[in-house]
DNA sequence: CGAATGATCGGCT
DNA sequence: GCCGATCATTCGA
């Protein structure tokens, strides 16, 4: 396998992060069960000057506070309640940027991964949408914070060396943040270019 | 200490 | 395709 190295994290562009990440695979290995999915919708958030982002003016709290550390860390953080939303964190020590991971295509341990939504066939919301993809992979919020570029991390993304080429990628606004008025039409949602696995149709 | 709020999902038609 | 449940976190008093 091939960690992605901190190299890839650390650079100052999250939108370009964003779309290198479509086409990597996110892997977990948790309670003994390796699962893992290729990524095919993300989300770039950027603080201080992107409103949808939770680090909105450098806002710093206990809960956003990861989002301020080195790229190369995930941000994990439960919406609505039940919802757990699994981000990458980018950047310097410093900048609070983020890349949500919005959809992923399963591809090991699919078994595993029908087992953790309680279904028992493949079917597109196994793992379409932030909060079901991290229940597929196992990822809950008790793992933010953690270093995924560390050798024994439960969680990292490796490059399998197909990349996804850039007349493949569909930028959009993103969705859900209505909240953020005059941030909701940055097309800084990017989707894989005919993947069936996308959260929406487009 | 209490109230408001949201980066959503799943069931129903 | 649309509607409503649900709770940790945040912010103001």
């Given at each position: 396998?091939?960690?992605?190295?901190?190299?890839?994290?650390?650079?100052?562009?999250?939108?370009?992060?964003?779309?290198?990440?479509?086409?990597?695979?996110?892997?977990?290995?948790?309670?003994?069960?390796?699962?893992?999915?290729?990524?095919?919708?993300?989300?770039?958030?950027?603080?201080?000057?992107d409103?949808?982002?939770?680090?909105?003016?450098?806002?710093?709290?206990?809960?956003?506070?990861?989002m301020?550390?080195?790229?190369?860390?995930?941000?994990?953080?439960?919406?609505?309640?039940?919802?757990?939303?699994?981000?990458?964190?980018t950047?310097?020590?410093?900048?609070?940027?983020?890349?949500?991971?919005?959809?992923?295509?399963?591809v090991?341990?699919?078994?595993?991964m029908?087992?953790?939504?309680?279904?028992?066939?493949?079917?597109?919301?196994?793992?379409?949408?932030?909060?079901?993809?991290?229940?597929?992979?196992?990822?809950?919020?008790?793992?933010?914070?953690?270093?995924?570029?560390?050798?024994?991390?439960?969680?990292?993304?490796?490059?399998?060396?197909?990349?996804?080429?850039?007349?493949?990628?569909?930028?959009?606004?993103?969705?859900?943040?209505g909240?953020?008025?005059?941030?909701?039409?940055?097309?800084?949602?990017?989707?894989?270019?005919?993947?069936?696995?996308?959260?929406?149709?487009?």
């Open positions: 396998m091939k960690k992605l190295p901190p190299s890839f994290y650390t650079r100052s562009d999250v939108v370009q992060v964003s779309k290198e990440l479509l086409g990597k695979y996110l892997v977990t290995n948790i309670e003994g069960q390796l699962t893992s999915g290729k990524i095919v919708e993300t989300e770039a958030y950027s603080a201080p000057d409103k949808a982002c939770h680090a909105y003016n450098n806002r710093r709290t206990k809960r956003t506070e990861i301020f550390a080195e790229g190369g860390k995930a941000y994990i953080y439960l919406c609505y309640g039940i919802h757990h939303l699994f981000n990458v964190v950047a310097k020590k410093d900048m609070a940027h983020a890349v949500l991971i919005r959809a992923v295509e399963p090991d341990n699919i078994g595993e029908l087992q953790r939504r309680k279904m028992d066939k493949l079917q597109r919301r196994l793992t379409a949408g932030p909060g079901t993809l991290s229940q597929a992979l196992g990822i809950t919020t008790q793992l933010t914070g953690i270093d995924m570029t560390a050798t024994d991390s439960p969680i990292w993304i490796e490059d399998r060396g197909k990349p996804i080429s850039p007349k493949n990628i569909i930028a959009s606004p993103r969705v859900g943040i909240f953020a008025e005059e941030c909701i039409d940055w097309p800084w949602r990017f989707r894989v270019r005919g993947s069936a696995w996308t959260s929406l149709a487009g």
